[in-house]
């Protein structure tokens, strides 16, 4: 590594050149189309830039390389929508779609994911177009205070898309990984019934 | 989380080349565990080597034995064909532990290298061997309702959590690894390391090795079943677990593999009870007598014993299962 590296922590300089001693590319710091501004503000010293698709767009933002994905979208990105429960991959607050799979931001690192297709909460749908699952919740009442219910949404229509909605049972098997602090897994379950029931979300194919 | 450096290498020799350039670097793949031990301050890597996008992630059939990639993700060992085939207990297990969000990211080489979840371990300003080497142990004579009974030692008592390596110390699998020195292989009882005076050293992996595969012997003429008891139905770690798997052939047992977890610092094979069942006509009787000798070598603390005649349960339990004609 080079002194300058070593001296500003890690510099967009310094990352690329740490890789290229492996004789690594890093297909993730090119602008891609319309990216936008950088995101102004200050990240701290291991701030580097990273491209990110999130809901369709492709966002630059300086982020600190060791921020989860999830503080990179809360704290750079002002997509809120996504929440911060445990922080510790114990809750599910955190659930975000990433390339159809659902995983969790907090234990994601934001760097490692530059040019995956990242899907939250306000990528599914928008209050005068509700996505189905969104409309189920408030249809069957499946939330009290509401922070765990955009990882809660995001993780349901996972579960059926991955085929695994087949029996109450299994819904509450593939759905353990949201917990509800209020209780409200009853609604939870009828609500993703519902979805599946009516056609409104299917299993995609693998 | 002390920063790091991001590394990515286009060939496990680069990735190889690059962990022994850096002493203090880690290899990275799904980055669970190791990010929780990251953000506790436990794991402080000045560079990660991503292994992610090197091939390492395929589950093929290779003959006597399913190759599980060090990088395949736990969902796909639940719900690979190959793996429901031939070695349904991996299948079992997997789906046994984590959530689907988990599972979609955890790859087989992180799922045996996970931590332990002793929370002398996790809590800042406690005793932990394996945390700083040489403090001592809080867990001994403390809150030690999860902790092990056999395996143990006065440095410390923590289980491995892993439900997955249950179903491969049953099934005798082999760790394929590469490393500065070149590759070799692990058999899967070598792989994880008692505890000792040196708890901080978990696994027989040498500095800068990495796993490529884990191997597991076709089980397909084998009845397998992987039976966990938790506090939860769901997404909790095992208060105690058994993993069986027997053949049958007119009237008598002539096959019998059986792993414990839940009880052990490492994965709990259980060849007393093994040999005193082969041969036999499976029955109840039997089952009894034989899960009584799981018992041999347990050392319990104040809040453990509970998993002696519990682990004799399961092991009933499991046999019954997996004998039924």
């Not at chain 1, 994905?69 to 929508?81: A, F, I, K, S, Y």
């Not at chain 1, 996505?131 to 509401?146: E, L, T």
Request: neutral net charge; proline residues 5%; aromatic residues 4%.
């Amino acid at each position: 590594m080079s002194d300058e590296t070593k001296a500003s922590g890690v510099s967009r300089r310094g990352f690329l050149s740490g890789t290229a001693a492996g004789a690594a590319a890093i297909p993730l710091l090119t602008s891609e189309g319309h990216a936008q501004e950088i995101v102004p503000g200050d990240v701290g010293v291991a701030a580097i830039e990273m491209t990110l698709r999130v809901n369709g767009q492709t966002r630059r933002v300086r982020a600190d390389i060791r921020a989860s994905l999830l503080d990179v979208m809360r704290d750079r990105l002002e997509l809120t929508g996504t929440k911060k429960g445990c922080d510790a991959g114990h809750c599910g607050a955190c659930t975000i779609s990433l390339n159809g799979e659902r995983r969790l931001a907090c234990l994601t690192l934001a760097v490692r994911h530059q040019g995956d297709e990242i899907t939250t909460i306000e990528g599914l749908g928008t209050p005068g177009n509700l996505h189905p699952m969104q409309d189920a919740f408030v249809r069957h009442d499946a939330f009290q205070c509401g922070y765990c219910t955009p990882g809660q949404i995001m993780s349901a229509v996972a579960c059926i898309e991955t085929g695994n909605a087949g029996s109450r049972d299994q819904i509450k098997e593939f759905m353990s990984g949201n917990i509800c602090r209020c209780g409200a897994f009853p609604n939870i379950v009828a609500a993703i019934e519902d979805v599946r029931d009516a056609g409104l979300v299917t299993e995609q194919g693998t | 989380m002390r920063s790091f450096q991001l590394l990515r290498p286009r060939s496990v020799d680069t990735a190889v080349e690059m962990m022994a350039a850096h002493p203090e670097a880690q290899y990275v793949a799904g980055g669970t565990n190791q990010i929780d031990m990251m953000k506790a301050g436990i794991h402080r890597p000045s560079h990660l080597v991503d292994i992610a996008g090197l091939g390492l992630d395929r589950i093929t059939d290779r003959g006597d034995v399913i190759r599980l990639g060090a990088l395949a993700s736990n969902t796909a060992l639940a719900t690979d064909p190959l793996v429901l085939e031939h070695v349904p207990m991996v299948s079992q297990t997997v789906l046994e532990g984590a959530t689907q969000q988990i599972r979609n990211v955890a790859t087989t080489a992180g799922n045996i290298l996970q931590r332990n979840r002793c929370p002398y371990f996790y809590v800042p300003g406690t005793r932990c061997n394996r945390k700083v080497p040489g403090t001592g142990c809080d867990a001994v004579g403390g809150f030690d309702r999860l902790n092990a009974i056999f395996g143990t030692s006065e440095s410390c008592i923590a289980v491995m959590p892993s439900d997955l390596v249950i179903a491969l110390r049953a099934y005798d699998a082999t760790v394929r690894v590469t490393g500065p020195e070149g590759a070799r292989e692990i058999p899967f009882a070598e792989f994880h390391l008692l505890p000792g005076d040196t708890p901080e050293v978990e696994t027989a992996l040498r500095p800068g090795e990495m796993i490529l595969s884990v191997d597991v012997p076709k089980a397909t003429a084998l009845t397998s079943r992987y039976h966990k008891i938790r506090e939860r139905r769901s997404y909790a770690f095992a208060l105690l677990s058994v993993g069986g798997a027997a053949r049958v052939e007119d009237g008598r047992i002539t096959e019998m593999r059986l792993a414990a977890g839940g009880v052990g610092t490492v994965p709990w094979r259980l060849p007393q009870v093994e040999a005193a069942l082969v041969g036999e006509a499976p029955g109840p009787d039997l089952f009894e007598r034989a899960a009584a000798l799981s018992r041999e070598g347990a050392v319990i603390g104040r809040q453990n014993s509970f998993k002696l005649p519990l682990l004799e349960r399961a092991i009933v339990r499991v046999l019954t299962d997996i004998t039924e004609v």
